[in-house]
Structures are given as C-alpha cells and as structure tokens.
C-alpha cells in the first residue's frame, strides 16, 4: 500500500507543496484533494449530479457564514488531501520536487533571506473578555520568565555604549551575554515543544475514539512540535545546560504539559490562542536578539558558525552562521503564531485543518498575526484551486 506524505517546501521562494509517493505512483482525483465545496457539514453527503436546489432566502452574512463552513467542514472527503484509493486522471509524481529530498517526514522549513528579513513583531488585538485574559495570563507568563533569566528586555543604544562597556550593561543586567541567552532560549524552547505534542496527541486519540478522520489537524500539530524540539537540539549544540537548568526544564515541563493538557481537553481554541500569544513574545524576544548580535552587543557569536544539525535541518549553505540559525527559528515561531491564531479562529470540531497540505507564504506568516475563519476558507479554496491546476496541466502534459 502506498502512503503519501504532505510536507510544505521551499522551492525558489514561495511556500510550494510537495506530495511523495513512498512506493508506487497513484492517481489523485481532480475533484478529491480538498473538500468538495458540496459537502454536507453533518453528514458528508456530496451531491455530484443532483440539479442545485432553490436556495432560500438569507441575509448576505449568513450565506459567507454558510460558505465558510462548506469550504472548511472536516466532515466532507478528501479534506485530509490525497488518498491512496483516490482514482483519478493525474499523477501525482508531477507535483513532487526531486531536487529537494528531505531526511525529516515533517515539516522540513526551507528561507530564502528575503523569507527571514520579512518577520514582523505584531500582535492580534484582543477582541473579548477571554482574548483579554490570555494576554494577561501570557504576560504574567512572560514576567515570571523574564525574572527567572534576568532579562530587562533593555534595547542598547549607542548612547548607552558612550558611558558604560559590553561588559558593565552585562553587569547591570541590561545586556544578556551568550551564556544568559542560551539559558533563556533552551528553557523558552524546552516548553515550545509541548503544545503541539499534547494538542496533537489529543486530536489523535479524539479521532481513534470517534472513529474518523481528524480533518488534518493532527499532522500540523506534531509539525510544530517537532519543529520546536529541533530548535532545542540545535541550541544543545552551542552550550550544554548546567543541571540546575535541566532540574528547572523538568519541573516546568511537567507542570506547564499538565495544565495545558486539561486546557485543551476543556477549550482547544482557548489553548491555541493562548500559544499564539506566546509565539508573539518569542518574536520578540529573537528580534531583540537578533538585534543585539548585528549591533555588535554578542562578540562571542560575530562569526560563529551554524551547527551541522541546523544548517541539515533548515538547508542553509555550508558557510551559514549562528545568526542565520537565530533569524530561521525567529521565522518558524512567526509561522507557529500565524498558524495558531488561524486555527484559534476556526470551530474546533468541524473545520478541517486549511494548512494540511501547505501554508501561506513566508512574508504573510511572518507579517499578520492570523486568518480569520473566512480567509481561513478562501485560503483553503485557492490551495485547492492550484492544486488542480496543476494536476490538470500535468495531465496535459503526460
């Protein structure tokens, strides 16, 4: 039996899709990889022939109301994209990038510099009583954390460097040296990782318990989780963490993986805003840093190379430097804080995952803090309309 994997690339810029066969080539329908916009929400029934019914009378809202949940319903089939049984007249080996082969079966980011310059510091106005309370609980979250790794969050000017050295503001705690970066990344990164794996893992046994299909979510989820542990391989490769780090790692890794278990179980879409929050002040954080290490604030890592293990993971030229490393993982958290609020806004239990079979490119992720649920569904529509494309031309061409 073959299986297919869904992995978004990097191919001469924008975000691309790349399907694999992992065996023998199948046939994808043109009308089967995304849902079809006729899908009934509650039942999945699909009417392929049947004359259009006489629509009845709505207000403009709820007919976009109406087509957005067509369009993102998990109810329909195919809305997890290409299914071995699918038949149809185009090969999907015509969407595959042979000039890309990747050793990771998960999301496997790729930037151009461009890509990376492109990140933005923004943040989503809240716009409830609840919005308010993730962004209150977020920055207490970030208060705590700052205290923890002696971080002021203190911009250096060249003024600052007229009265005082890098080492005195180092002193003075308003200049983090490497060594107090590295411990603030690694326990950032450290707890990155849970959410994806406990959302994932959730939506995994939700849809073995209910004996259906997860609508894509579940393989975004584990994306990011995985994605998240390689920024906390790669940084372990710069500096080991004394064992009082390790100590403060575990003890915060089990009661940040309980609580935001029982959240996610209760409200995932409380859960997602909440990550979404954080990834806004990780943006942050790794602008400042970044920041610092072009002004010149970080001597020790001017020219320091990037790891093997980052520039294998990400792609980079084999003359890559740490710098570059710190703007990708910037650019995946960007990415994480898009997806998350996009999928904040959609209903948790009957919209499809629209990112499954890739995402939006880099500038928008790295720009916007989210879709909304209704460009959530246009993305969706327009990802399905390329898609046909070009299975269509290659059709054409076979």
Not at 132 to 158: E, N
Not at 305 to 311: E, L, N, S, Y
Request: hydrophobic share 40%; net charge neutral; with cysteine.
């Amino acid at each position: 039996m073959s299986s297919l994997i869904a992995m978004p690339l990097r191919a001469g810029g924008p975000s691309v899709l790349r399907l694999a066969a992992a065996s023998t080539s199948r046939r994808v329908t043109a009308a089967g990889l995304y849902p079809l916009m006729t899908a009934s929400l509650h039942t999945g029934a699909v009417a392929r022939n049947a004359p259009a019914p006489t629509p009845s009378p709505k207000t403009a809202a709820a007919a976009a109301a109406d087509t957005t949940t067509r369009a993102l319903s998990q109810e329909g089939p195919r809305s997890e994209g290409a299914h071995y049984n699918d038949k149809t007249e185009a090969d999907i080996s015509a969407l595959i990038d042979v000039d890309k082969p990747g050793g990771w079966t998960l999301m496997n980011p790729i930037y151009t510099e461009s890509d990376l310059d492109s990140v933005k510091v923004v943040y989503r106005k809240p716009e409830n009583i609840a919005d308010r309370a993730i962004r209150g609980s977020v920055l207490l979250t970030r208060w705590a954390f700052d205290k923890f790794t002696g971080y002021k969050g203190t911009h250096i000017t060249p003024e600052h460097l007229k009265t005082k050295t890098i080492e005195q503001l180092r002193e003075t705690g308003d200049l983090l040296s490497d060594k107090a970066w590295l411990k603030r990344i690694i326990f950032l990164e450290s707890i990155a990782g849970v959410p994806g794996m406990v959302g994932g893992t959730l939506r995994h046994l939700r849809s073995l318990r209910l004996l259906r299909r997860d609508g894509g979510w579940i393989h975004t989820l584990l994306e990011e989780a995985e994605n998240e542990r390689m920024h906390l391989l790669t940084f372990m490769t710069v500096a080991r963490p004394s064992w009082m780090t390790r100590a403060l790692v575990l003890a915060g890794q089990g009661v940040f993986y309980n609580l935001f278990f029982l959240t996610y179980l209760i409200t995932p879409k409380t859960a997602h805003r909440f990550v979404a929050a954080l990834e806004e002040e990780a943006v942050r954080t790794y602008t400042h840093c970044i920041e610092d290490i072009e002004n010149g604030l970080v001597p020790e890592w001017n020219d320091k190379p990037a790891p093997q293990i980052a520039i294998d993971y990400w792609r980079m030229p084999e003359d890559a430097s740490l710098l570059d490393v710190i703007k990708a993982v910037r650019a995946d958290e960007a990415t994480h804080r898009f997806v998350n609020h996009s999928l904040a806004n959609l209903d948790q239990k009957h919209d499809f995952n629209p990112f499954a079979l890739g995402e939006p490119a880099p500038e928008i992720r790295g720009s916007i803090p989210g879709f909304t649920r209704e460009e959530s569904a246009k993305y969706a529509n327009e990802t399905q309309q390329k898609l046909l494309g070009a299975a269509k031309e290659q059709e054409k061409q076979s």
